[in-house]
RNA sequence: GCGCCAUUAGCUCAGCGGAUAGAGCGUCCGGCUACGAACCGGGAGGUCGCAGGUUCGAAUCCUGCAUGGCGCACCA
């Protein structure tokens, strides 16, 4: 619709340049936006105000010209030129009834637009360290890596979903170390435990979880092969655990990567890091400092260079990076995107040098999500692995449930920081916004129970009954009451609103469209019965309703909230 | 010291170059003898942190300042 009449617009100012009454050298662009006031109408563009300088004329005067060539066009019932030179565009009632046969039709491609052009791009989020569990910034980052993978996909992207598994490393060691530790104080040994190491109380149910399987046989096992062993059954242990509630949160990833695979010696000699240390150095990119091996980022628009071999004969954890970089793009993505936690914005400029020396500069995206307090009664909960005294994101998924967490995550801007009571998140869990907007829901399903003849607490195949109901070609000429129209122009913004959170990044615009078109809709439900007596006006408001029932699974399915029939 | 993010109604936040700045919560008033009141309607409430600048037009862009959060490793 808004192609539509951005042709309209711009073939308007085409035949008036032609005809005469207009002197531009081009036609420029036409924008168009949905007026803040709707007594302005649908659509407003600012055309006139851009090109009167250009036409040597004033903005209204051109305003006008434009104008008189789009009125009395079929899809539009009103157009107007108001303020210093905005041309108001009023659609018509008939355009409108259309947008509703529209969205039917679509199903559940409706919103579906073409940015990606079928380019493939990777989402990567989460990928949290595999020695504890996930704490509630990881929640924040599935939610919202898991729907902007959703919202990429519906704009025309092929999207997968990726977990960095950093099980490399010394932190890996520690953990060994750790549980190690716990495991002989079960035997009945006691065990030297030092501070630095992980002292979660789940460290010990790993531990025990061992102890149990296996009993006492690692206590006099070579320090090396004990520690080998309960990094490797500690790590599958964790790694089992993370999948299962990521996936109870309805996050499952398409690729688990390996840290460890980077390391491994291929065919050539070379280990996937030494490769990619190779090809920036065959490009000059790299040089050797104090027995030290660096990357000149800053050729890049780096802060300083970046260490890549460590004096010591360590690669940094940068170094691995780069090749797991390198690995992506190797896979043939047109596009990645990482997101990662506030705490690592200093990290961003150096991994987008490396990006760019590896030969893709501008295909790196990193969105920065500011950090989450939680919060319990007022008091700031302090999150630490170390020290285990932690609320883990499984608790907060146990106590709030998987819908209402994933809302309250995806709602706020990710450059906003999130203070998450928990306290309150449970208490006001019946006037959480994500009840508003599934209740809408649930009351079309209601309706269409009624419609149907079938009993209050019937099941129901809401999709095939609306299609009973009101069929493909129901005439929708009874629509004529104000409050259709509204829901009917909140219907139809929701292409834009998925171009616009895919453009940006930015899943938030989703849960604030979701509870405008709620809104719509229990007004509209306030002011028009749907079932009644009149055949042909109760036929095009199911159609209506079920428009809005299709949308609103839509836009909760790029949410990755669920649409219930009943709550 | 340098950098990133923020600062909008009592509270939590949208809006990010357009016309009189919005929503939810809270508060005050009102609405169920028909499809779910987990709903709807109305009122009160704001120098968009401060100061300059850019232009037809600024909460939105630029500069400086203030306040708060997060960073600035041969850690991962």
Redesign the pocket.
């Known amino acids: 619709m808004k192609d539509t009449l951005r042709t309209l617009v711009a073939d308007a100012i085409a035949g008036a340049t032609t005809a005469g009454e207009l002197r531009l050298e081009t036609v420029p662009e036409v924008?168009l936006?949905r007026?803040?006031?709707p007594?302005?109408?649908d659509?407003?563009?600012?055309v006139a105000?851009?090109t009167?300088?250009a036409a040597g004329s004033s903005?209204r005067a051109v305003a006008d010209i434009i104008a008189a060539r789009i009125a009395g066009h079929p899809d539009v019932a009103g157009v107007?030129v108001?303020?210093?030179?905005?041309?108001?565009l009023r659609l018509s009632e008939s355009a409108l009834r259309r947008q509703v046969a529209l969205v039917r039709e679509a199903a559940d491609d409706w919103g579906c637009v073409d940015l990606g052009h079928g380019r493939r791009v990777q989402v990567e989020f989460v990928s949290a360290?595999p020695v504890g569990p996930l704490h509630v910034g990881h929640g924040r980052w599935a939610a919202l890596g898991d729907s902007l993978a959703a919202i990429l996909a519906h704009a025309g992207w092929i999207v997968e979903r990726e977990f960095y598994v950093?099980d490399?490393?010394?932190?890996?060691d520690i953990f060994a170390k750790s549980v190690s530790a716990r495991y002989s104080e079960l035997c009945g040994h006691s065990a030297t435990f030092e501070p630095e190491w992980y002292q979660g109380a789940y460290i010990t149910e790993i531990a025990r979880e061992i102890y149990d399987a296996e009993g006492t046989c690692w206590l006099d096992a070579a320090p090396q092969v004990r520690e080998d062993h309960f990094r490797e059954k500690a790590y599958a242990q964790v790694l089992a655990h993370l999948r299962q509630v990521l996936h109870g949160m309805g996050v499952d990833f398409d690729v688990w990567f390996s840290?460890r695979t980077l390391h491994v010696v291929g065919g050539d000699g070379l280990t996937e890091v030494q490769r990619a240390i190779g090809q920036l150095s065959a490009q000059g990119y790299v040089y050797e400092?104090?027995?030290?091996v660096?990357f000149r980022s800053t050729d890049f628009g780096d802060?300083?260079?970046?260490?890549l071999?460590?004096?010591?004969g360590?690669?940094?954890?940068?170094?691995?990076?780069i090749a797991y970089h390198k690995d992506k793009f190797d896979r043939g993505f047109d596009r990645v995107i990482n997101i990662w936690?506030?705490?690592?914005?200093?990290?961003?400029?150096r991994m987008k040098a490396a990006v760019a020396a590896l030969g893709y500069p501008g295909q790196l995206d990193v969105v920065?999500g500011?950090?989450v307090?939680l919060l319990r009664n007022g008091e700031v909960v302090r999150m630490s692995k170390r020290t285990g005294e932690m609320v883990t994101f499984e608790e907060l998924l146990d106590e709030v449930g998987a819908d209402a967490a994933r809302y309250f995550f995806l709602?706020?801007?990710?450059?906003?920081?999130?203070?998450f009571d928990i306290g309150l998140a449970k208490e006001?869990?019946?006037?959480?916004?994500v009840?508003?907007v599934?209740?809408?829901h649930?009351?079309i399903?209601?309706?269409?129970?009624?419609?149907a003849g079938l009993a209050?607490d019937a099941d129901i195949d809401a999709a095939s009954a609306a299609a009973r109901l009101a069929p493909a070609g129901t005439s929708l000429d009874a629509l004529v009451d104000p409050a259709e129209f509204a829901l009917v122009r909140k219907l139809a913004e929701f292409p834009e609103i998925v171009e616009?959170a895919a453009d940006?990044l930015?899943p938030?615009?989703l849960p604030?469209y979701a509870?405008?078109l709620?809104?719509a809709?229990?007004?509209?439900?306030?002011?028009?019965?749907?079932?009644?007596?009149d055949v042909a006006l109760?036929a095009a408001?199911i159609a209506l309703?079920d428009a809005t029932r299709l949308t609103l699974e839509r836009v909760l399915a790029l949410v990755g909230v669920s649409a219930?029939?009943?709550?």
């Not at 659509?43 to 600012?46: Q, S, Y």
């Not at 690669?315 to 990076?321: C, I, M, Q, S």
């Not at 936690?341 to 400029?349: I, K, M, Q, R, S």
């Not at 219930?564 to 709550?567: A, N």
Request: charged share 25%.
């Open positions: 924008e936006e007026p803040r006031d007594s302005h109408g659509w407003a563009t600012n105000l851009k009167a300088k903005p107007e108001a303020g210093p030179g905005f041309i108001n360290n950093n490399a490393g010394v932190q890996m840290e400092l104090d027995g030290a660096w802060d300083k260079d970046r260490v071999l460590k004096a010591d360590e690669y940094t954890y940068f170094a691995a990076d936690g506030a705490d690592h914005h200093g990290y961003v400029p920065i500011q950090l307090t709602r706020r801007s990710t450059d906003q920081p999130l203070d006001q869990s019946s006037d959480n916004p009840f508003y599934q209740y809408a649930a009351r399903c209601s309706i269409l129970r009624k419609a209050p616009q940006l930015a938030h615009k604030y509870e405008e709620a809104g809709f229990h007004q509209f439900y306030t002011l028009c019965r749907v079932v009644t007596d109760t408001r309703v219930p029939e009943r709550m």
